[in-house]
């Protein structure tokens, strides 16, 4: 039996304001599908990827991987068509995989920058026993439960929730075929339309009643979403901001 990813990339990329979806966004040169990929590549737990483009970018991304992805790394890559959500691209991607696969960690483009040992390390933990995996970062600002806003667009505060049971949940999550696929299925009804479908595949794990498992995430899994995480994440690949569009001020 095989592990494999199915690596997220069908956004379009809204809110980072781009005239190309997100996935190909280039970091350092380097498109963010290309980055994720290669990250997923290298933690060498892994035999075959998924990744779930926007429709009309199967052919451009397909011939981004033409070539393979890194030199000696054995990971064959299919490219196929998302959906209109993110649960329904991971659906998509689901039923691509090939039949020998067991264990499957879903990942986003977005998320480019996950170190391999993380990767490594939510697969292992689905392998040794826990059926659905997340990596998360403890919450480190206050969040509060809000009611609806008054007039002037105050909103009135309905409690405050205990930080230290919250966790800011990352990708890959890890997870046995059969129980993603019966949480998919399940949920299947909810895939078609933004405010019904879930946020992550984990959601419609629990939706199952089945228990989610969580082990220590990692900075460098950031979602890159706004303009503000891309120039962070230039920073953190120790490079300047120079794929900002022409016309952008550098931020403060
Ligand atoms: N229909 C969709 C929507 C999102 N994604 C993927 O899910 C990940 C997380 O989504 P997000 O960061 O919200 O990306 P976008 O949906 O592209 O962003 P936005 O909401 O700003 O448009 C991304 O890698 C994105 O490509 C996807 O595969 N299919
Ligand atoms: C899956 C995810 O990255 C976990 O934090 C997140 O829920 C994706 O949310 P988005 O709104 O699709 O970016």
Do not use: N, Y
């Not at 970062?137 to 002037?152: I, L």
């Not at 009135?156 to 997870?175: C, D």
């Not at 078609?192 to 228990?211: C, F, K, N, Q, T």
């Amino acid at each position: 039996m095989t592990s494999a990813a199915i690596l997220t990339a069908a956004g379009s990329g809204t809110r980072l304001g781009r005239p190309v979806p997100k996935a190909l966004v280039e970091l350092a040169g380097v498109p963010l599908v290309v980055r994720a990929a290669q990250g997923l590549a290298a933690a060498d737990c892994l035999t075959s990827l998924v990744v779930t483009v926007p429709p009309a970018e199967v052919g451009t991304v397909t011939a981004l991987f033409a070539g393979g992805l890194v030199p000696g790394t054995p990971l064959t890559v299919q490219v196929v068509a998302g959906g209109p959500t993110r649960q329904a691209s991971v659906a998509a991607g689901l039923s691509a995989l090939a039949q020998d696969v067991d264990v499957v960690l879903v990942h986003d483009a977005a998320r480019c920058l996950t170190p391999p040992e993380l990767v490594r390390g939510v697969e292992a933990a689905v392998r040794g026993g826990h059926r659905a995996v997340v990596p998360a970062v403890p919450v480190t600002d206050t969040v509060k439960e809000v009611g609806p806003a008054d007039t002037t667009g105050a909103e009135p505060v309905r409690g405050t929730v205990e930080r230290t049971r919250l966790r800011a949940v990352q990708t890959p999550q890890g997870f046995d075929r059969l129980l993603l696929e019966e949480a998919h299925a399940a949920g299947a009804g909810r895939a078609g339309d933004e405010r019904a479908a879930v946020s992550d595949d984990a959601g419609l794990v629990e939706a199952l009643g089945e228990p989610v498992w969580v082990v220590p995430g990692d900075e460098r899994a950031m979602k890159i979403t706004t303009p503000r995480d891309l120039a962070l994440a230039h920073v953190l690949l120790g490079h300047e901001a120079a794929d900002r569009p022409a016309g952008h001020a550098p931020l403060p």
